[in-house]
């Protein structure tokens, strides 16, 4: 099963408007991961974040590595219809095993 | 560069049966994991093998095995398949052990009758 708490579950929201979702866990990771998939793909990776502490962007996407290392956060700023889909955070402990969160649904109305 | 492929795409399999299932990593990637996708369990971690050697694996069954050939080219196969074994099962390549980008495949969508 998860060992990761992804929040929230599922997102409505109106196109402009931006996105906070974030991941937590009892256990402290290497590296954090976002991913995402939409319908009959496989997930794409979004951002990738190896120091606690640090604050990576990717266009609208902004993503942090929690400094306790057991948690991380993803930020989409004025959101647009293409944004639509499941996004996923992924923790990387030792061994290279990624473990996921249940992921966020998100939905754009226009 | 071409991105992971995996065939099939589709598959529909009964109860009993077995299944093999294949992933072309990204050239030059010699990193493999597999991974399963539910409705209910999410995504988890099956296993990984690198230079035809598995590194690290999931708390699956042995039910579910897996092989990687020389030129990285993977499988994955399971044996007398149960209802439960339906999911949509992902093949993610990196191009070192070290390294945690794995890109992801398409996958291979799995329905056991």
């Known amino acids: 099963g998860q060992q990761l708490n992804q929040s929230p579950q599922s997102m409505f929201i109106q196109e402009g408007e931006d996105v906070s979702m974030n991941c937590t866990s009892s256990s402290i990771f290497n590296t954090w991961l976002w991913y995402k998939q939409e319908p009959g793909e496989g997930p794409v990776l979004l951002i990738a974040?190896?120091?606690?502490?640090e604050l990576t962007s990717n266009g609208r996407l902004t993503a942090q590595f929690g400094i306790t290392r057991k948690d991380s956060f993803l930020n989409i700023s004025a959101s647009i219809p293409s944004d639509v889909g499941i996004y996923f955070c992924a923790g990387i402990r030792n061994g290279n095993k990624l473990v996921f969160g249940a992921g966020t649904i998100l939905r754009v109305k226009s | 560069k071409a991105g992971v492929t995996q065939t099939p795409r589709y598959l529909i399999k009964t109860r009993g049966q077995q299944v093999t299932l294949s992933c072309s990593p990204i050239?030059?990637?010699?990193?493999v994991s597999w991974y399963q996708q539910t409705p209910g369990q999410g995504l988890q971690f099956l296993f990984e093998?690198?230079?035809?050697?598995?590194?690290n694996k999931g708390n699956f069954p042995g039910r579910f095995s897996g092989r990687q050939f020389s030129n990285s080219r993977s499988e994955m196969n399971v044996s007398t398949l149960e209802l439960g074994d339906s999911a949509l099962y992902l093949c993610?390549?990196?191009?070192?052990?070290?390294?945690?980008?794995?890109?992801f495949g398409p996958g291979t969508r799995l329905t056991v009758l």
């Open positions: 093998y690198f230079s035809e050697t598995q590194r």
């Open positions: 993610a390549s990196r191009d070192r052990v070290n390294t945690d980008t794995q890109y």
């Open positions: 974040l190896y120091k606690a502490g």
């Open positions: 050239s030059g990637h010699r990193s």
